[in-house]
């Protein structure tokens, strides 16, 4: 499992490392921020802690990852896309842009509440259910973010304005 992304309070990487020192589970940590320090801390031998890392060894982890766990709140969130581009599934709580990109039980799973006890059960949900994640069907998922349709969207409006 990996979590990826700044250590910081509103992204809520403790409920990631808390739930994992509970699961017992492996959890690899990318990123840096303001809970480093505590973060290492409270953190079980099961978790390791890369800090900042190279974008083609980010990728090597975000394609190589069981799931990419995602429990903060953002208005789009690029790393989810990233997992999902890579063909790794996301386990995310359930508010924010996150809605708008994953597909409950086809590119990933949500939890409904900001809590250790809830992330911990959908870990588990997730773990009786890993088989029915494909790779192919993860990463076709999100081909609308891709920077081939962005353009393609956008010579479309171009078109339609030159029209009018």
């Known amino acids: 499992y990996l979590y990826f992304g700044e250590l910081n309070e509103y992204k809520k990487p403790d409920l990631a490392v808390k739930a994992f020192n509970k699961l017992g589970y492996p959890l690899v940590v990318i990123g840096d921020g303001s809970l480093t320090r505590y973060l290492k801390k409270i953190s079980n031998h099961n978790i390791t802690f890369l800090g900042r890392i ?58 409904d509440e900001q809590t250790v006890d809830s992330l911990i059960k959908c870990v588990k949900n997730f773990e009786k259910n890993i088989k029915k994640y494909d790779s192919a069907k993860i990463k076709k998922s999100v081909i609308k973010f891709s920077s081939r349709s962005f353009q393609k969207k956008l010579k479309e409006f171009v078109a339609i304005v030159k029209k009018n």
């Open 54 to 111: 190279k974008d083609n060894e980010v990728n090597k982890y975000l394609s190589q990852a069981k799931a990419l766990i995602y429990p903060g709140i953002e208005d789009f969130g690029i790393i989810p896309v990233e997992s999902m581009a890579s063909g790794t599934p996301v386990i995310a709580y359930k508010r924010g842009g996150i809605i708008d990109t994953l597909d409950d039980n086809i590119s990933g799973i949500f939890f």
